[in-house]
C-alpha cells in the first residue's frame, strides 16, 4: 500500500503567498509542507529586478528577488518548514488527502489544512498570427532574461499597460533590447503611473486605446499592425500603424490558478475585479470547503505586497484553527487585516476593494 | 505563412476559426467544444484556451462572460505519466 | 494626460515646483509622484523631517521645501523613481539635475551626454558632473548634470547608451 504522509498544513505554491503562510503558520508551531512546481521557491518575486512598493512591514524599497530571499530563508531556517520542489499538487479529494507528483513519483499526502497559494497565469488575447515564434508572455520574457539571462529578442512591441507590461518594460530596456511601444487598448494607463513616466521619459511611447490587429513575418515575427481604438472599443479605420519588431510580448492580465479550487469543490464565484473565478471565502481566508485556505494571486489577482500579507494571515488562521498560538493570533489575525485594509485603502486598492465585497455579497450568482 | 490563424489553444493547435464554427453548430458549452475538438485537453489543461472559448460563447449567447458555464475541473489537474501512477508510491 | 500617456502635464509639475526663490537657495527635492498608491518609503528617508509622515499610505508624499536639503537619499531610495533633486545655485546660469538612474552602462563623470525631458524628447547635449552608486542594495544610481538654468525643471532622463541602441 502506497504511504500517506501526514502533515499539519500543507501549502500548495512557494511563491509569496505560499512562503509567506508557510512561515507564519511555523512561527505559531504548525508543521508546515511546502509543494513548488519549480525547482526553486520563491515565485515570481525571484524574477523581480524593481523596487517594491508598499511599507516598511512588506519589505517596500527592496527589490522583488531580495524579497523573495528574504523569505525563502526565512522558511529555510525553520526546522517546521519542509519544502518539496519540483512538486505538483494533483488533486484535493472528499477524504482530505492531496495527490500530487513530485520528482517523478506518485504521491499522497493528509494534511490537517491546506493553504492554496497557486497564484495566477497569464492570459491571452486572440488576433492572426497570435501562434508566430517571438510571440511573448510577458512571464516568459522575465523567465528568459532574469531566470536565464538571454534576452527574447531586439525590438519589441509591449502589449498592455499594466504593472507587468509596464515593468517587463522596463527590464527589457535595461537589459538592452529596445521597447518600440507599450499599447493599451484601455483608454487609460493601467499600472502605476511612476512605472509609466520612468519609461515615457526614457523615449518610449505608451499608446493608449490601442490594440494589435495582427502579427506579420515568415517564420517568426517581422512586424504588428496596431490600430487606435474609439470610446466604444471599436478600431479606427485608417488609424493603422506598421511597426516593424521581432518580439511582441503579451501583457493582458492574470488569471487566478484557481483548477484546484474548482475540483476541490469550493463555491466559485467570477468577479472581473479579481479578474476571473475565484473561491468564496471569509476574511480569514477559509473557502467554503472547511480547512481550506486561500492566499495571494489565487484568491484574486492583486499585487505581491498583499499576496504577502494574504499568505501571513492564512498561514497564522490555519495554525490557530489547529489550537496554536492562542494567545498571539489573535493579534497577529488583526494586524494582518489592518495591513491588507492600509494597503488597499486608495484609489489603488478600489477594485481589490469592490471586488472582494462583490465576493462576499450573499444571494449573488455562484457557479 | 499560408494563411491568417488566430490561434485560441494553443496546445492543441485549435483555432479561433473552428471555435466559432462548432459554436454556429450549436455546441453551447465549454465542455462540449473540449469533447469534440479538444481544446483544453493538452498539457496547459485549457489555461490559455478556456476563457478565450468562454469569450465567444458570451458574445454568441448575449450573456457577460461570468455566467458561460465553466468545464468540470477534475484530478489530476495537470496531465501525468500513466507510469508514475503505475510505479508511484 | 498623465494617465493616457505617462507624461506629467505642466500642471502636474507645477504641484510639485518649490518657489523660485526656494529653488535659488539650493539643493532641493522635487517629489514627481502624482498618483496615490499604497507606498512611503521617501517619508522614512528623510532625516530632515522635510517629507511628512503619512497619515495614509495611499497619500501623496507631503514635501516642507524649507525643511529639505536635498541630501538626495529618497531620490534613491524611491520605489517609483519619482524623486529628482534640482539645485538652481550651482552657477550663474547653470543648474544641477540630479536624476534616478538603473540602466548601464553608467556614464561617467565628464561625459557628456544627451538630456531628455519627461516626454524622452532631446533637450540638448550636458555634462556629468558627478556619479553616486546606490551601494550594494539599493543599486539606484544617482547621475549629476549640468543644465542651463532654465531646463532644470524639465531635464528628467537620458538617451540610454549600450551598443546595442546604435542604429
Keep these: 500500500m502506497p504511504k500517506v504522509k501526514e502533515i499539519e498544513v500543507l501549502i500548495i505554491g512557494g511563491g509569496p503567498a505560499g512562503l509567506s503562510a508557510a512561515a507564519a503558520a511555523a512561527e505559531l508551531g504548525a508543521s ?67 495527490t500530487a507528483e513530485g ?73 538592452g533590447v529596445e521597447v518600440v511601444a507599450i499599447i493599451e487598448a484601455a483608454p487609460t494607463i493601467g ?32 512586424g504588428a499592425i496596431i490600430c487606435q481604438l474609439d470610446e466604444k472599443w471599436q478600431p479606427i479605420p485608417g488609424s493603422e500603424q506598421d511597426l516593424k519588431v521581432d518580439v511582441i510580448c503579451l501583457a493582458v492580465g ?54 504577502m500579507v494574504e499568505g501571513r494571515l492564512a498561514g497564522v488562521c490555519a495554525a490557530f484553527s489547529l489550537g496554536y498560538g492562542n494567545d498571539v493570533a489573535p493579534k497577529l489575525q488583526a494586524d494582518a487585516l489592518a495591513e491588507l485594509s492600509e494597503l488597499r485603502a486608495g484609489p489603488a486598492g478600489q477594485k481589490t476593494v469592490n471586488g472582494i465585497k462583490k465576493l462576499m455579497d450573499k444571494g449573488g450568482a455562484a457557479c | 505563412m499560408q494563411t491568417k490563424e488566430t490561434i485560441v489553444c494553443r496546445c492543441e493547435d485549435i483555432t479561433l476559426d473552428e471555435i466559432k464554427s462548432l459554436i454556429s453548430q450549436g455546441y453551447r458549452t465549454i465542455d462540449e467544444i473540449k469533447r469534440v475538438i479538444r481544446a483544453g485537453m493538452g498539457p496547459c489543461q485549457g489555461r490559455t484556451c478556456r476563457m478565450l472559448i468562454a469569450q465567444e460563447l458570451a458574445k454568441v449567447c448575449g450573456i457577460p462572460v461570468g455566467e458561460v458555464l465553466m468545464p468540470t475541473f477534475r484530478a489530476p489537474v495537470k496531465p501525468v505519466k500513466l507510469g508514475t501512477f503505475a510505479g508511484g508510491e | ?115 531628455l525631458n519627461r516626454a524622452g524628447e532631446e533637450l540638448g547635449t550636458f555634462v556629468v558632473n558627478k556619479v553616486q552608486s546606490g551601494g550594494q542594495k539599493n543599486k539606484t544610481y544617482t547621475i549629476w548634470l549640468v543644465v542651463p538654468k532654465a531646463l532644470a525643471m524639465d531635464v528628467r532622463s537620458i538617451r540610454l547608451g549600450g551598443l546595442r541602441h546604435a542604429n
Design chain 1, 32 to 98: 508546515v509542507l511546502v509543494f513548488e512546481r519549480d525547482d526553486k521557491t520563491g515565485g515570481q518575486l525571484v524574477k523581480q529586478t524593481h523596487k517594491f512598493f508598499g511599507s516598511k512591514k512588506q519589505y517596500a524599497g527592496d527589490r522583488g528577488y531580495q524579497i523573495g530571499n528574504l523569505l525563502i530563508d526565512q522558511c529555510m531556517s525553520n526546522p517546521k518548514v519542509e519544502v518539496w520542489t519540483d512538486t505538483t499538487a494533483l488533486g484535493i479529494y472528499e477524504d482530505g488527502v492531496v
Design chain 1, 103 to 175: 520528482q517523478g513519483k506518485h504521491l499522497k499526502i493528509k494534511p490537517e489544512r491546506i493553504i492554496v497559494a497557486t497564484g495566477a497565469s497569464e492570459k491571452m488575447i486572440a488576433f492572426p498570427n497570435n501562434d508566430l515564434p517571438g510571440i511573448y508572455g510577458a512571464g516568459a520574457v522575465q523567465t528568459l532574461m532574469n531566470v536565464h539571462g538571454i534576452v527574447p529578442g531586439q525590438r519589441v512591441l509591449m502589449i498592455g499597460a499594466g504593472n507587468i507590461g509596464l515593468i517587463v518594460s522596463y527590464q527589457m530596456m535595461q537589459a
Design chain 1, 191 to 222: 499600472g502605476y503611473l511612476v512605472h509609466a513616466s520612468k519609461i515615457r521619459r526614457a523615449g518610449v511611447p505608451i499608446l493608449t486605446s490601442h490594440t494589435i490587429t495582427e502579427a506579420y513575418g515568415q517564420d517568426s515575427v517581422e
Design chain 1, 254 to 307: 492574470l488569471s487566478p490558478l484557481t483548477e484546484l479550487c474548482f475540483q476541490a469543490d469550493c463555491e466559485m464565484k467570477f468577479v472581473p475585479e479579481l479578474s476571473g473565478h475565484v473561491p468564496l471565502r471569509n476574511k480569514y481566508l477559509e473557502t467554503t470547503r472547511p480547512g481550506l485556505y486561500v492566499a495571494g494571486d489565487v484568491s484574486g489577482v492583486e499585487e505581491a505586497s498583499s499576496a
Design chain 3, 1 to 115: 494626460m498623465l494617465n493616457k500617456t505617462g507624461v506629467p502635464t505642466a500642471e502636474d509639475v507645477l504641484t510639485v515646483t518649490p518657489s523660485e526663490e526656494r529653488l535659488k537657495k539650493g539643493p532641493v527635492a522635487i517629489i514627481e509622484c502624482f498618483q496615490e498608491i499604497p507606498c512611503n518609503p521617501c517619508t522614512e528617508a528623510c532625516k530632515q523631517g522635510a517629507i511628512q509622515p503619512m497619515e495614509d499610505i495611499n497619500n501623496l508624499p507631503q514635501l516642507d521645501y524649507d525643511q529639505c536639503n536635498g541630501c538626495g537619499v529618497c531620490l534613491s531610495r524611491c520605489p517609483g523613481l519619482a524623486i529628482f533633486i534640482v539645485d538652481a545655485s550651482y552657477s550663474e546660469t547653470e543648474a544641477i539635475v540630479r536624476i534616478p538612474f538603473e540602466y548601464v552602462p553608467v556614464p561617467r563623470v565628464g561625459e557628456s551626454v544627451v538630456g
